[in-house]
């Protein structure tokens, strides 16, 4: 697929239009038949510096990321608050600026605060891509949830995916709902009133605040994780009766479609957003599968930003 991917960040769904997002869907799905030969290196991104600069903790997408850094043969840096300047003082973009200092081509960057990559991109002269900031978006999550999802059904468009639980604080619903409504999907969202954004109205989207309704007829059924960590007071009575009226078992998941698939972004907590038998069935879930394509994504965002920064020295 011939395309002008014109973009020099990746900073979230928002602003990709859908030619956008099909190329590189199409650029990652090249990728994943790579990552499963014997030998998955190769030298594109050879001479190119990436550092993955997280604020918060993470194990999946950071190992993510780097593992496709290398797999392009760049070499990765990775950086955590706990060791980094930040812990004396040093303000985000102090830190930046010295990142910057040692040219480095792409910034990978996850803050608590929603907006952190869009002030560094900036700022700095490197491309950046947001690894997710606070409750705005998780672009790359979108892109290897649509990824899995194409590989599973063929397609997007006229699919119907409910995606349920703790909406109010997920970055990754909200780069869902973008990308799916942008590659035609029909997105429901699931989940009590607690649960979900004021903004929630503008996303175009289904609203439920029943699992026996939002799910009825879906083709995927995309759990999130509870933040109880982001949650200010008492937003749900307990886990117990979450799980109750808004967790998956197999009763619920029996309203979708019968071959409906089961996600999750990770990490989860069995009993409480999944019952653990039904995330464990490889026929339905596509947990794993989610966790393969992340890596094809970022080789593909890594590759795709970085064509746009001025040749390496000496590359053929």
């Known amino acids: 697929m011939t395309y002008a ?23 990652a799905e090249s990728y994943v038949a790579l990552n499963r030969q014997t030998e998955k290196k190769i030298g594109t991104l050879r001479g190119r510096t990436i550092i993955n600069l997280f604020f918060e903790n993470s194990t999946r997408t950071r190992t993510s990321f780097e593992l496709a850094g290398k797999r392009l043969g760049a070499d990765v840096i990775n950086m955590s608050v706990a060791s980094s300047s930040v812990k004396k003082g040093e303000t985000l973009i102090d830190t930046a600026m010295t990142l910057n200092a040692m040219h480095a081509d792409v910034l990978v960057v996850r803050h608590a605060e929603s907006g952190a990559p869009h002030l560094l991109a900036r700022k ?11 409750t705005h978006e ?13 590989r ?58 029943s699992m026996r309704e939002g799910l009825k007829d879906a083709d995927i059924v995309m759990m999130l994780r509870l933040q109880t960590e982001r949650m200010q007071g008492a937003l ?21 479609k019968p071959d409906a698939a089961v996600m999750h972004p990770g990490p989860m907590n069995r009993g409480v957003e999944i019952d653990s038998d039904l995330a464990d069935d490889i026929d339905r879930s596509l947990i794993n599968e989610q966790v393969e394509m992340g890596v094809a994504v970022r080789m593909a965002c890594l590759e795709v930003l970085s064509e746009k920064l001025p040749a390496v020295q000496g590359a053929q």
């Open 5 to 27: 991917f014109t973009h020099r960040h990746l900073l979230g769904i928002e602003g990709l239009n859908p030619l956008d997002l099909r190329y590189l869907l199409e650029r």
């Open 124 to 134: 700095l002269n490197c491309a950046v891509i947001n690894a997710g900031d606070g």
């Open 138 to 150: 998780h672009p790359t999550q979108a892109l290897l949830d649509a990824l899995t999802i194409r």
């Open 152 to 209: 599973r059904k063929g397609r997007l468009e006229g699919l119907v995916v409910a995606i349920c639980g703790d909406i109010a604080h997920s970055r990754v619903a909200r780069s869902n709902i973008l990308l799916l409504n942008g590659l035609g999907a029909e997105v429901r969202v699931v989940a009590p009133p607690t649960l979900l954004p004021a903004e929630i109205d503008r996303l175009n989207v289904r609203v439920f605040h």
């Open 236 to 256: 749900i009575p307990s886990v117990r009766e979450y799980f109750h009226f808004f967790g998956l078992d197999r009763e619920k998941l029996a309203l979708a």
